[in-house]
């Protein structure tokens, strides 16, 4: 019997989704359960990603894949719409969700992590799958203990529509959990464009970049007496999330109960 770890991939014919069939399809340590999306379906999974075929036809329906595929894992990077029944769905059936898709509340992770452990089986909930924004977001807080003035400047193409970015505001939250209390800059100040100064947060300040050609990069700059120390991660394709996906399939069968974030992984 094979002891490859059984992957069900959720919104297969997604960019992210795309990305995970691939990953699991190239990787000698996963094997392709099912691939499941509700726009892109009645093709070959590994067709659909440009590769040969895989035996496996993409579906409409999660639910019929969770109860007839054997899956050990689902991977799901769907919509914030669909992430909360999705992942739901994927415990009641025993199988270990791994969730990339954005928008659960606090409410809907409790219960979540409440369902995993009634049912015995580990999950993850990952905002952002890239270890080296992760590692920037730790490395950036650490240093914020020795250089409390610091900016952070995200770059992110035009068509994004929030700002800061998810990332800017976890990276800014990480350095305000060890950040002495501090408003930097003159008090004085006084902004003769509107938004020169970027968007406040906690004392510091962050600026949201936003350009065609540019996928996603931060930097955290930080400013000392005689010298300035910049922390940057740049991304520039959707392959860059999946080492983090695949330790994340890997991680959820070791435990019990829903972990939130990734940096729970990376010490
Ligand atoms: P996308 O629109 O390209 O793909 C989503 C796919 O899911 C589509 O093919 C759609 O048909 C399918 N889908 C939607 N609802 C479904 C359902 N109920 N069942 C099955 N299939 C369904 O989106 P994307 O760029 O791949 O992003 C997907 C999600 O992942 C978003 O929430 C995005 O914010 C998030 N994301 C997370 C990370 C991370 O590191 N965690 C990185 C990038 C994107």
């Known amino acids: ?29 996963l094997e392709l359960a099912a691939a499941v999306d509700r726009s892109t379906m009645d093709i070959d999974a590994g067709r659909l990603v440009g590769m040969e075929d895989s035996g496996i036809i993409v579906t409409s329906d999660l639910e019929a894949a969770l109860a007839g595929s054997n899956g050990d894992v689902v991977v799901d990077f769907t919509t914030p719409q669909s992430a909360y029944t999705n992942t739901a769905l994927a415990i009641k059936y025993g199988v270990r969700p791994v969730i990339g898709t954005t928008g659960f509340t606090p409410e809907q992770i409790l219960e979540l992590d409440k369902q995993c452990k009634d049912q015995g089986i580990g999950g993850l909930i990952a905002p952002n799958f890239s270890i080296g924004a992760i590692l920037l977001m730790k490395f950036a ?16 193409g035009d068509q994004k529509l929030d700002a800061p970015s998810g990332t800017a505001i976890k990276t800014a939250e990480m350095i ?11 008090p004085k100040e006084e902004e003769t464009i509107e938004g020169a ?11 949201s970049v936003r350009l065609p050609g540019v996928f996603a990069q931060e930097e955290v700059i930080f400013g000392g007496f005689g010298q300035s120390l910049k922390i940057r991660h740049d991304s520039y394709e959707r392959a860059g999330y999946m080492p983090g996906v695949k330790m994340g399939i890997q991680k959820v069968m070791g435990y019990t109960g829903l972990i939130y974030g990734f940096e729970h992984f990376i010490e």
Not at 142 to 153: G, N, R, T
Not at 176 to 186: D, M
Not at 197 to 204: A, C, D, E, M, S
């Open 1 to 29: 019997m094979s002891n490859k770890i059984r992957v069900i991939v959720s919104g297969a014919g997604g960019r992210m989704g795309k990305e995970v069939v691939k990953l699991v399809l190239q990787d000698e340590e």
């Open 141 to 156: 807080a650490q240093a914020s203990k020795y250089f409390p003035h610091l900016e952070i400047i995200e770059y992110h």
């Open 176 to 186: 305000s959990e060890v950040r002495e209390e501090l408003r930097q800059g003159n």
């Open 197 to 207: 100064r970027g968007g406040y947060y906690n004392g510091f300040r962050i600026h």
